[in-house]
Structures are given as structure tokens and as C-alpha cells.
């Protein structure tokens, strides 16, 4: 079921390739209510996240499952007293609970902050304070749930810490309520262009930066996963990156679930490249994303000694793609790798697109979506070969979808 054709006005040429493309949306767009619970409607036995560990445990999710648990999970964040324009810093790893923990907070117009479970506490206090954020999600694994607790018994700090899977004092049983609580939610009122979520950036330059996006983001996404990744309906798209960074917005839910593919999710921490090829072979991904490095160890693996032929399409980003593993992946898989290039700040900006020939060592060219250009110091265009900066230009109206809104605070 690919609902993404309900947002979006696109031509694309006799090989596919996309020649336009604009983004159409209601005032209230929610991708809680219009994507999660209209799939549920539509196609609610269709599987939208298949998950996994190293110990072998497994859980399949469907978009009826999800929408159900994502009302659920809404009803116990309101309960506690979370409501629209709050901030919940959200720290699951690549744990099961995101899946519907990010839709709960959607609906609920709250704004999410996905964030490392990598932070210490004085990386989780600066967050904190910066954002203004009320409460906590978070995993259950390592000590981050003690970290986060330390952080609450701060004076005018945190409000509330749910954990999921795991008892332990001064936190709210988040998978104990979650299943007491009612599968059904009246929608709350949002408005497409509200804050939806905050993501900081790394910190290379100075201190982390808050990214403020609105709920069109999630809509910016359909050319990333469309035309770039090409995640297949009722495909299963696999993307390495854990939920605390942005990457897992570009291939973990939103523009998979509008294109209709379900999402795989192996919920490691330490990587290994035979576990995870493994994974691939087993339950048939379609689509894989995943950074320049990961490709490096997968080519010292093999690829070629893993049944990959449910495989269609391959993606990279993250870091400089070198010739060498670009042919290396080629002669493994007969699959181009696919570079592309976004920011924290945007979706996929630079990319090389269905229907474009992919070329080693190029980010592709701009998406339909964004006027790129690369200039001088004065703004005008570099010629050919020449050296420039990279540069948005916003559309006449100013109303650039898929850019932030603002370094929040």
C-alpha cells in the first residue's frame, strides 16, 4: 500500500527517473493519525516492523499493532501529564518500543528527541536544560535509565522517566501501563507545520545544536525512500543506524511506511558483520543503507558467500565513498551502491536517484525537492571543476519542506 501518493504530486520520465515533485498535505497532516492509523486501516494485517537480537528473539509488528500500541502509549504519556508542545527526550536504541513510541508522541503533537544511549549525564543535563524537556524514555539496557534518574533528581528538571521492560524505583513502568492502557485515542488537534522533533547535531564545531523540524519532515522523506533507497511494497528495508540519530529518520519509519515496506531492525550493539549479513539472508531483505564502513567489512566477509538474492537495492551515506568498495560491492552483488548526502538540518538533498546511473566517488545530483546550487564566497555559481560551497536556495514563497525550522532555544 503506498499512501505516499496521497502527498505528493511527482512526473518521473519512461525510466523512472523523477522529473518533479511537490508535496500536498492538509492543514492538520499527523503522521501519527494520516500514515500509522490510515495503513492500520487500510492494510492492518500488513507487517511494518520486523525485529531482531543477537539472542535470537523476534517480534513482528503490524500496522494495526502499531497503531494500537501507539494509542496505548499515548494514553499512558497523557496520564502522566505529558501534552501537545512538550518535549520527551527518547532513548531506545534500537529497542522494539520505538516503533511505537514515536507515533505516541506525534499524535499527542508532543515533540520528540530521539537522542544516543552514548550520552553521559552531563551530555543528558545540557539536552535537558536546552530543550526544556519533561520527560524520558528510555531503554532498559546499560545503566542509561539510572543516568537519566540522576538527571531527574535535579532540581526543576525532568518530570517523569517511563522504562520499558524493567522495574526499577523512581521510574514509571512504561511496558506494564502501556499494556493496561486503552487502544483507542481521540485525535488531538495539530497542525502540519508544529514542531514534531528535536534532533542535536554532533557537537564537531561547539555545542550540540537543537534541530527543530515540523511534522512535513516526515513527508520529505518519500523521495528518500522512493527514489533513493527504493524500498519496495511490501518490501522489508533494513537501515544499519540506531534511532538516536537523524539517519534513523531517513530509513527506519517514515518514508518506509508511506512507500508501504516494512522496516527490519536488528537491535545490536556490538557490530558484526557475518551477524548481520546473516540477518539479511534470513529474512530476505529487499533495500540496505548503511554508511561506506560497513560496506568495507561486508566486503572482507563476502557478500557473495551469503544467499543476498532478495536483494534489489543498495545505499550509502554517512562519509565519503571511495571507488574502491564501490566497485568491490559491484563485483560481490551485481548492485550499484547508491551515494546520497542530507543534514541533521534537511532529508536527502544530493543524491543519485532511481533512474539516474550511479557514479563511484559522486553524491549524485539534486533531489527534485531542493534548488542546490554550489557557489563563491559571493553567491554566485562556480563553473565546472571549480571549488564552492554548498547552498539551499529557498523556493519564492520561503517554505522550504524537509528544512529545519530553527536551532530551538
Known sequence: MQLYKNFCKETTDENGKL????????????????V?????????????????NPEKEEKIFTYSDISKLSNKAANVFRNHGIK??????????????????????????????????????SDISYRVNTAGIKAAVCTPDETTAEDMLAVA??????????VPRRQIFGAVDFTEEVE??????ERVETKAEEPMVIYFTSGTTGYPKAVEHNHIYTLGHIITAKYWQCVKDGGLHLTVAETGWAKASWGKIYGQWLCGSAVMVYDFDKFSPGKLLRIMEKYKVTTFCA???????????????????????????????????FEEVFKQTGIELCEGFGQ??????????????AIAGSMGKPTPLYDVRIVDDECNEVKQGEVGEVVVFPPKDRKQHGIFITYYN
Open 19 to 34: 522529473t518533479s515533485f511537490e508535496l500536498v498535505f492538509p492543514e492538520n497532516y499527523n503522521f501519527g493519525y494520516d
Open 36 to 52: 500509522v492509523d490510515k495503513m492500520a486501516e487500510l492494510v492492518p494485517n500488513d507487517t511494518a516492523v520486523v525485529w531482531t
Open 84 to 121: 501537545k508542545g512538550d518535549k520527551v527526550l527518547v532513548i531506545l536504541k534500537r529497542n522494539y518500543e520505538y516503533w511505537y513510541v514515536a507515533p505516541a508522541l506525534h499524535k499527542l503533537g508532543a515533540v520528540i528527541i530521539p537522542a544516543t544511549n552514548l550520552l553521559t549525564q
Open 153 to 162: 533528581s535535579q532540581p526543576n528538571t525532568l518530570e517523569t522517566v517511563f
Open 180 to 185: 493496561n492502557a486503552p487502544d483507542t485515542l
Open 291 to 325: 554508511p561506506p564502513t560497513v560496506y568495507r567489512y561486508f566486503i572482507k566477509r563476502g557478500m557473495n558467500k551469503y544467499d543476498l538474492s532478495a536483494l534489489s537495492h543498495l545505499t550509502t551515506a554517512g562519509e565519503a565513498l571511495n571507488n574502491e568498495v
Open 344 to 357: 541533521t538540518e534537511s532529508v536527502l538533498m544530493l543524491a543519485n536517484l532511481k533512474g539516474d546511473k
